[in-house]
């Protein structure tokens, strides 16, 4: 039996209280004056990440005071224009304060740029300019926020003019995912970072390493000593991702089309939460030591026989339907996209790891678009009990315990298990015991994006893709990416009804191994 198949009393809820905060007083850390010139400015990410982001940072005080933006794009605007531009985007946070706003407005300067001509010198001047203005220091984030198809002439660009030299100052440089369409482009991008970057100046970036909750796996399971006994083969059934979408993609077709949902989240956000799920404890708590850890899980994934992709894999795609009371259309009918498009927007794939603490435990991954709300989480579902000692005075069978760590819309950690229901009859109660992550916490609250450009400027990678990392992870997915796009044995891609929880197939996939998926 399964944890879907069991009676959880949806009263019987226990709450989790914190207790204090062990040892010294958790302090914020702040980055060193610093700036950071985003290319790409005028652009979505900027809008709906960066700028909120920063925006958010200086005014909680957690940026310097010497601390400014270059925004550089194609697009043709002065320093005031961006400002208005960026003042719109910014004005949909919660809380926005048009004081703080303005202060910190008067940090941002602007330069149109043409990315396939080396047009950098009005950026260099600026830099050297408002350094002086500033006191920076000449610290420089350089941040690539635009289409992959730039990124090459970009970092070509800074390394011929110089930007990449660190003498004075360090010189960073943050690269968005996609890194690359597949295994062999990103080893071609990562040979022009590398003639113009050293690896330690590099930042790859992937913001599911900013959320509180999927860092906080490395604190529950290594600072707890209660989890590590059981966090194996021995105890555990098997483990679910789920990083479900309610939105579609948001006039991104121009992308999508080109990714497909197993390149948008599969060879970064999925993977490396698995990686955190599934790594050892390090010696000791260190940026390299970590990041050694995460990737050889990465080097532990079992290859998917692309022979037999069908029984590991499968693909869906959007069809109209309703999502959260309104409808919705179906994939192919949004802007941009071809009419016979098989691109997937949905996949459920079952992964192994090939190591003593893994073996043929399931990992059952499963991201999708347009899915009935918008949740991340993972299950951890143990194995049942190995006696069924109450099968005489019990109608049901007694289902197994689960471990789940909410990463969205809500942080908790909560914990299924059975207790006696009060009463003079021996029936068991399933009950959840529940940590909201934020509970008692007063102090300022990080947005991923946050979290990782904070990293950034402090130069810590631990929340960063390594290169060895990167294309472990690029290995792993390229084969399943050529036969789900090309090959003879290319699975069906099914249509599910936007709203749903996917395609009827997805369930299937569980459903042989007697299973199902754990949802909200
Ligand atoms: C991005 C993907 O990396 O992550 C998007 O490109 C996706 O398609 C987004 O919507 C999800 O991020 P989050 O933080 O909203 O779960």
Known sequence: ??????????????????????????????????????????????????????????????????????????????????????????????????????????????????????????????????????????????????????????????GSRGLSEEGEGWSRIVIEKPYGHDLESAKRLEEVVLKNFDEQQVYRIDHYLGKETVQNIMMLRFANLIFEPIWNRRYIDHVQITVAESMGIEGRAGYYEQAGVLRDMFQNHILQVLAFIAMEPPSIYESELVRDERVKVFRALRPIDINKLSESLVIGQYAAGEVGGKAAQGYIEEEGVAKDSMVPTFAALKVFVDNWRWQDVPFYLRSGKRLSEKFSQVTIQFKG????????????????????????????????????????????????????????????????????????????????????????????????????????????????????????????????????????
């Open 385 to 520: 009990v190995p006696h069924q000692m109450f099968r005489e005075t019990l109608a049901a069978e007694i289902g197994p315990n689960a471990f789940i760590l909410r990463i969205q819309p809500d942080e908790r950690v909560q914990l299924r298990f059975h207790t006696k229901n009060p009463g003079s009859k021996v029936c068991l109660r399933d009950v959840l015991m529940d940590f909201p992550y934020m509970q008692g916490y007063t102090g300022i609250e990080l947005s991923d994006y946050e979290r990782v450009l904070i990293d950034c400027m402090l130069g810590d990678k631990m929340l960063f893709v390594r290169r060895d990392g990167m294309e472990l992870a690029w290995g792993f997915l390229t084969p399943i990416l050529k036969a789900a796009e090309r090959g003879p044995l290319r699975p069906e891609v099914d249509l599910y009804k936007a709203g749903s929880y996917g395609p009827f197939e997805a369930d299937k996939l569980l459903q042989k191994d007697g299973r199902r998926w754990v949802n909200l």
């Open 1 to 158: 039996m399964d944890i879907g198949d069991s009676n959880l009393d949806s009263e019987a809820t226990i709450k989790v209280g914190t207790v204090a905060p062990t040892g010294e007083p958790c302090e914020e850390l702040y980055p060193p004056p610093c700036c950071m010139v985003i290319f790409g400015a005028s652009g979505d990410l900027t809008r709906r990440k960066l700028m909120p982001a920063l925006y958010r940072l200086t005014k909680d005080k957690i940026l310097p005071d010497n601390f400014f933006v270059v925004g550089a794009a194609r697009t043709e605007m002065d320093d005031n224009g961006f400002r208005r531009m960026m003042e719109d985007a910014v004005k949909e946070v919660k809380n926005f304060d048009a004081k703080a706003w303005k202060e910190f407005s008067k940090r941002l300067f602007y330069r149109k740029i043409d990315y396939s001509k080396d047009t950098f010198e009005n950026i260099k001047k600026l830099l050297d300019e408002k350094e002086e203005q500033f006191g920076t220091g000449r610290n420089r984030l350089f941040y690539l926020a635009t289409p992959p198809s730039a990124y090459s002439g970009i970092i070509e660009t800074l």
